[in-house]
């Protein structure tokens, strides 16, 4: 059962590069979403996507882009990479809501990024 | 989304029972509660969730007290696997078309030792 697959598992960045952090799942899920989480802190949304073309901003979503070309992938980009970056990036995947209660979220090993 | 509460870490002995508590006094009629845990370096796990009644499944059970203010994840018979750090999450109900936001705290660290 592969889930959420997100890679690379490790990055180093200068100041100012940019880079792709790709997520896939495999279980068909319509919501699809991009955590980070510093150390010692409970995960922040960055952004959040309910199908394919459609996506929106969470809490933290300053310095990042997504798209949402298919149901399967999520990547997000950091365009001018800044030390405040430096941090767990989790992508995770839910199916859609149904009848009134939540379904819970799936997620992936995580990124660590490092930004130098 | 109401805001929870939840000590700092906890021990517990490998074979005991582990209860972990969590209090949401603010919440709302239509809020469920969530657990997650993550375990070092990994994404975080979906164990459980509940609305009033209290929950089991394999992993773990939920109860939730009559007023709803406060909860309780029990892990029956913790072994060393379960040493992670536990959040308690109250989330509103979303109908069709919605998505599931999640807000995690700083949750509970439990270390379970032999």
């Known amino acids: 059962n592969a889930g959420v697959t997100q890679t690379p598992k490790f990055r180093i960045l200068k100041i100012g590069q940019s880079m792709t952090l790709q997520c896939a799942q495999d279980?068909?899920?319509?919501?699809m979403y991009w955590y980070r989480q510093d150390p010692g802190m409970g995960l922040k949304l960055i952004y959040y996507s309910v199908g394919a073309g459609i996506t929106d901003k969470g809490e933290v979503p300053n310095g990042y882009n997504v798209s949402r070309s298919t149901t399967e992938d999520f990547p997000l980009r950091l365009e001018l990479a800044a030390p405040s970056q430096t941090s767990v990036y989790f992508c995770?995947?839910?199916?859609?809501?149904?009848?009134?209660?939540?379904?819970?979220?799936?997620f992936g090993d995580g990124t660590r990024l490092s930004i130098l | 989304d109401a805001k929870t509460t939840q000590p700092t870490s906890m021990d517990c002995a490998e074979g005991r029972a582990a209860n972990l508590p969590c209090n949401h006094s603010t919440i709302s009629g239509n809020e469920y509660v969530y657990w997650y845990r993550q375990i070092h370096s990994q994404g975080p796990q979906y164990i459980i969730h509940?609305?009033?009644n209290n929950e089991t499944n394999e992993m773990a059970s939920l109860i939730i007290t009559e007023d709803r203010k406060s909860s309780t994840l029990i892990l029956p018979h913790a072994t060393l696997r379960d040493t992670a750090v536990y959040y308690c999450?109250?989330?509103?109900?979303?109908?069709?078309?919605?998505?599931?936001?999640?807000?995690f705290g700083a949750g509970t660290r439990l270390a379970v030792h032999p």
């Open positions: 509940g609305l009033k």
């Open positions: 995770a995947s839910s199916p859609t809501t149904t009848g009134g209660r939540n379904q819970p979220q799936h």
């Open positions: 279980m068909n899920h319509n919501y």
């Open positions: 999450i109250v989330r509103v109900v979303l109908f069709s078309g919605g998505y599931n936001k999640l807000i």
